[in-house]
């Protein structure tokens, strides 16, 4: 699956960014767990949140309510709003699909990761 991330940018402490991820002509979309995921400046990628086909959301725990993951599959889109932002959630932001939710942690399981998205927080 091709995945295109976008709607990144500079942004001040406390603000907010949403960002997208859009599966171009991909019409089974809605079958697939959703994972957004994102890369710090020296540090390895980690998973930030994961979405199930039926809606049910689950956040690691720096999320802390900031964030919100949702899905528009007749777009095959996928949405991440990040309010109440902090200079450590810098980084490239990824989003990945998979069959299992279960298994979306394990970042070694994927074959490819499509186009991330630049979120820069300024202190």
């Known amino acids: 699956v091709q995945l295109q991330a976008s709607g990144g940018g500079l942004v001040q402490a406390g603000g907010s960014l949403r960002l997208s991820c859009v599966a171009p002509?991909?019409?089974?979309?809605?079958?697939?767990?959703i994972g957004w995921y994102r890369q710090a400046p020296g540090k390895q990628r980690e998973l930030v949140a994961t979405?199930?086909?039926?809606?049910?959301?689950k956040y690691e725990d720096y999320v802390n309510g900031r964030f919100a993951i949702s899905r528009d599959d007749a777009k095959a889109t996928t949405y991440l709003q990040m309010d109440s932002l902090k200079p450590e959630d810098t980084g490239v932001y990824y989003c990945?699909?998979?069959?299992?939710?279960?298994?979306?942690?394990?970042?070694?399981?994927?074959?490819?990761w499509g186009r991330g998205t630049q979120v820069t927080v300024s202190s």
């Open positions: 990945n699909v998979g069959l299992d939710v279960e298994r979306m942690g394990d970042l070694d399981a994927f074959v490819a």
């Open positions: 979405l199930t086909n039926t809606g049910k959301a």
């Open positions: 002509g991909n019409d089974v979309f809605g079958i697939y767990a």
